[in-house]
């Protein structure tokens, strides 16, 4: 078991690695918002744009929640259920074949591991976090 110090260091590490990491897929949606928009639309999203700068802006909500410990279960709650449902409707695997078939398949997968990471921070949410703002609802 890691001493007191050390988790509060680990715990604050994968805070911020996997908040950063949101925060910067988050800043990517709008930087790249044409292209994404472009997929967004050959998906079947309504307003594709829209989507776009709507999901860009909640993961970067999300991603800084939780990597400074403020409003950490709204953060937390609205990227798993972001990551889950867009795991499903833009990363349909099962539909295609081949190398596309793969490469959505990674995606898919990938959001369903950060959905699970979004839900781990969220059952601790109502924890005091070392480290932290400790602001929320």
Do not use: C, I
Not at 1 to 8: F, I, P, V
């Amino acid at each position: 078991m890691l001493e007191t110090a050390a988790a509060e260091a680990v715990f604050l590490a994968a805070r911020v690695v996997f908040g950063g990491v949101l925060v910067f897929m988050g800043l990517n949606h709008f930087m790249n918002t044409a292209e994404m928009a472009g997929y967004a639309e050959f998906k079947g999203l309504p307003a594709p744009k829209l989507s776009v700068l709507g999901s860009g802006g909640l993961l970067v909500f999300g991603g800084l929640s939780v990597a400074v410990g403020a409003f950490a279960a709204v953060g937390a709650g609205a990227l798993a259920l972001f990551l889950l449902v867009s795991a499903v409707t833009m990363h349909d695997f099962w539909s295609m074949e081949g190398e596309d078939a793969q490469n959505e398949m990674t995606s898919f997968l990938k959001n369903v591991y950060g959905a699970a990471g979004a839900l781990a921070f969220l059952a601790v949410a109502n924890t005091q976090w070392p480290y932290a703002l400790n602001v929320g609802l």
